[in-house]
């Protein structure tokens, strides 16, 4: 088991940042492939970054590309998120999720990960 409890949302105006913490327990943090998934009102989850289990590679989808870095620290079992240039569309629960290794190095998909926090609120006011 793997636990994740996610920190660090708030009320942003845009243009602002925000760095999200996620810190884990449990089974070792450096054999799980990390992500962070956002899900806003009346809109499926979407992954927003990944990154594989030793950070050498990394996803970014095409939405926050340039504003969003998504980084860990295996030493502190903790992943995070830092946003940038923070767009009212950026507005929504922000999750973070652990895949197994044996998924790969960024899985995209939301059945992909096995374990997840219970989301942290990002608003973002225009």
């Known amino acids: 088991q793997v636990q994740l409890v996610e920190s660090g949302g708030g009320l942003v105006q845009a243009g602002g940042s925000l760095r999200l913490s996620c810190a884990a327990s449990?089974?070792?943090?450096?054999?799980?492939?990390m992500g962070w998934f956002r899900q806003a009102p009346g809109k499926e989850r979407e992954l927003v970054a990944a990154?594989?289990?030793?950070?050498?590679?990394?996803y970014y989808a095409d939405s926050v590309k340039g504003r969003f870095t998504i980084s860990r620290d295996n030493a502190k079992n903790t992943v995070y998120l830092q946003m940038n240039s923070l767009k009212p569309e950026d507005t929504a629960v922000y999750y973070c999720?652990?895949?197994?290794?044996?998924?790969?190095?960024?899985?995209?998909?939301?059945?992909?990960?096995?374990?997840w926090g219970q989301g942290t609120q990002v608003t973002v006011s225009s």
């Open positions: 999720a652990a895949a197994a290794r044996w998924r790969g190095f960024t899985p995209s998909a939301n059945n992909e990960y096995d374990y």
């Open positions: 990154v594989s289990w030793s950070g050498g590679r990394r």
């Open positions: 449990g089974r070792t943090f450096s054999s799980f492939s």
